[in-house]
C-alpha cells in the first residue's frame, strides 16, 4: 500500500493529507511469519486513524488496488476493515519460501530495495528440542523518500505532496512503521521504528521442546543410572585395591579420593549416580591438549607474525563468547588470508585422542549419555566433529553458543538444563584444573585426564586418569 505496491498513487496523495496535520497518524505494520522450513509470509498492514478518515472519507472507493490484486503480483488484498482501535485498516499479504525470496517480498514494500537486508533464518535441531533464530537489518534513514513515488513527485515540480512541506519532522512522526516477527514457536516479537530512524538489528530466537520426547529421556536414563551405579562400583573396587596395594593415596576415579590435603572431606549426597558422562573435547577427544589460545600464538609465528600472547588470549576470549567471528579473529592477530583456508589449516592439527572413539562406543553399548562441553568457537566446534567423526555424543554444548566459558557457572548450567541430568549424577572429564574445580563445587563427579599421574603429596583434588582404559580396570581375581 505504500511505495512500491506497486504504485498505489491514491495512497500517496492519502499520506500528504495526514502528514499534513500532526494529529493525524499512519500506521504501517510489516508482519513476517516464519514456519518451520524457513518460509512464511509477509503481512502489510496500513491503519489510519479517524482524523486522517475524516480528511479523505471516500478513500476506501478511490484507491487505485489493481497491481496488488493482480494474481501475477503474488499478493492477497483485503478489503478495508474498522480495527478495535476505531482505524480503517487497508492489509495485503505474500508467501515466501526462503530468505532470499523474503528479502525480495520486502524489497516491494517501500522505494528501497535497503529497507530490510541481511535476513536470516536459522534452524538448529538438537534430541528433543529445536532452536529458531531470526536476525535482519531494518533501515528507515531514507524518511519520506520511502514513501513517495519518484514518478509522481516529478509530476509535481519535485515536491512530493504537490507542496513544501513545512514540518518534515512532524510529518516522519505522524508514519509509524512496525516491525512484527513470529517464529514457529514463542511469543511474536515487536519493533516500533520511525521514519528517518538509522539502521536497526533485529533478532529473535525461539526454542521448542518436545513433551513426549523429553519424557522418553526421563525413561531411558532411569535404565542408563542402574548401569552407571555399576561402573562405578567396578571403579571403586579397583582403586581400593590400589590404596591397598601402594598404601598411599593414588587419587584415581572415586569421591572419597577428591577431597583436598587440606580441610574435612567433602559430604556426599545421597545415592549418588552416574547419569552422564561429560567431556571436553579439546583435550579428552582431540589432541593437542594444549591451550587453544596458545596454539592460535604459535599458528601466528609460524606464518611469519610475532603475537603479542595476551592480545591473542583477548581475541580467542571474545571469539569463544561469541562476539567478533573467526574472520574478525583473524583479522586482529594480524593474519589476512581468506578466513576459511585460515580456519581449515589451523584445525587441520587436531586428531583424535588415542581410545576416545572406542570409549565414546563403549558408553553407547552401556547406554550411558555423553555430552560435550567445551569453550570453542561454535563453527569450529561442528567442523571438528563433521572432520573426525565420533559419534555418540547426545549433546554438545558450545560457549559461543551459550555466550558464556568454563570455569563460569553459566555453561554448567545450560548443561544441566539440556540434559535434565542434576549435578550429582554427572562425571566431568576435562584436562583443566579449573574446569573440573569449578564442577566440583557444584557437586559434580571430577577426573582429571593428564599424561601422567602426580607425584606422591602432589594432590589436584580431583580423580586422575592417564587413559580412557582406566575408566574399565577392575580388580584381578584371586
Not at 569463544?320 to 567471528?325: A, F, K, N, V
Amino acid at each position: 500500500m505504500v511505495g512500491r505496491f506497486k504504485r498505489l498513487r491514491t495512497a500517496v496523495l492519502l499520506l500528504a493529507l495526514t502528514l499534513a496535520l500532526s494529529a493525524c497518524q499512519v500506521d504501517i505494520e510489516v508482519g513476517i511469519g516464519f514456519n518451520e522450513d524457513g518460509s512464511g509470509v509477509v503481512t502489510v498492514d496500513v491503519a489510519l486513524d479517524e482524523q486522517a478518515m475524516d480528511l479523505a472519507p471516500d478513500i476506501t472507493s478511490r484507491l487505485l488496488t489493481e497491481d496488488i490484486e493482480d494474481p501475477a503480483s503474488g499478493w492477497s488484498y483485503n478489503e478495508p476493515r474498522i480495527d478495535d482501535q476505531g482505524r480503517t485498516s487497508f492489509s495485503a499479504s505474500k508467501p515466501f519460501s526462503s530468505t532470499e525470496q523474503l528479502e525480495s517480498v520486502l524489497a516491494e514494500i517501500f522505494i528501497s530495495d535497503d529497507v530490510f537486508r541481511d535476513f536470516t533464518f536459522e534452524r538448529d535441531t538438537s534430541f528433543a528440542q529445536v532452536d529458531y533464530r531470526v536476525t535482519g537489518v531494518v533501515d528507515l534513514s531514507g524518511g519520506l523518500d520511502l514513501i513517495t513515488d519518484p514518478e509522481l513527485t516529478a509530476r509535481l515540480g519535485g515536491e512530493p505532496f504537490g507542496e513544501r512541506t513545512a514540518n518534515l519532522a512532524g510529518a516522519l512522526d505522524a508514519v509509524t512503521v512496525r516491525l512484527v516477527l513470529d517464529l514457529p514457536v514463542g511469543p511474536e516479537k515487536e519493533e516500533v521504528l520511525q521514519l528517518g530512524q538509522g539502521a536497526q538489528r533485529i533478532t529473535l530466537t525461539g526454542p521448542d521442546e518436545s513433551g513426549a520426547a523429553v519424557t522418553l529421556r526421563w525413561v531411558a536414563w532411569a535404565a542408563f543410572a542402574l548401569v552407571g551405579l555399576s561402573i562405578l562400583i567396578a571403579v571403586a573396587g579397583y582403586l581400593l585395591e590400589r590404596r591397598a596395594r601402594d598404601r598411599s593415596i593414588d587419587p584415581t576415579f572415586t569421591q572419597d579420593s577428591l577431597a583436598r590435603t587440606t580441610g574435612p572431606a567433602p559430604v556426599q549426597p545421597p545415592q549418588r549416580r552416574l547419569r552422564l558422562v561429560v567431556l571436553n573435547p579439546l583435550g579428552v577427544l582431540y589432541e593437542p591438549a594444549d591451550d587453544p589460545a596458545e596454539l592460535l600464538a604459535s599458528f601466528a609465528v609460524e606464518r611469519g607474525l610475532e603475537p603479542d600472547d595476551e592480545e591473542v588470549q583477548q581475541l580467542h576470549n571474545q571469539a569463544i563468547l561469541g562476539r567478533i567471528t573467526p574472520a574478525e579473529l583473524w583479522s586482529g592477530i594480524g593474519l589476512d588470508g581468506d578466513p576459511v583456508e585460515l580456519t581449515e589449516e589451523f584445525l587441520s592439527q587436531y586428531t583424535v585422542r588415542s581410545g576416545a572413539r572406542d570409549f565414546v562406543a563403549e558408553m553407547v553399548r552401556r547406554e550411558l549419555p555423553v555430552a560435550c562441553l567445551t569453550n570453542d568457537v561454535s563453527s569450529w566446534s561442528t567442523a571438528l566433529r563433521e572432520r573426525l567423526e565420533i559419534d555418540g555424543v547426545d549433546t554438545w554444548i558450545v560457549s559461543s553458543d551459550v555466550g558464556v566459558c568454563m570455569p563460569a557457572p553459566g555453561i554448567y548450567e545450560a548443561l544441566r538444563r539440556t540434559t535434565s541430568v542434576p549435578y550429582e549424577h554427572a562425571l566431568l572429564v576435562d584436562v583443566g584444573v579449573e574446569h573440573l574445580d569449578a564442577a566440583q563445587a557444584l557437586g559434580m563427579s571430577t577426573a582429571l585426564l593428564a599424561d601422567a599421574r602426580p607425584a606422591d603429596g602432589d594432590t589436584p583434588g580431583h580423580a586422575v586418569v592417564t587413559s580412557f582404559s582406566d575408566f574399565f580396570r577392575r580388580r584381578p581375581r584371586s
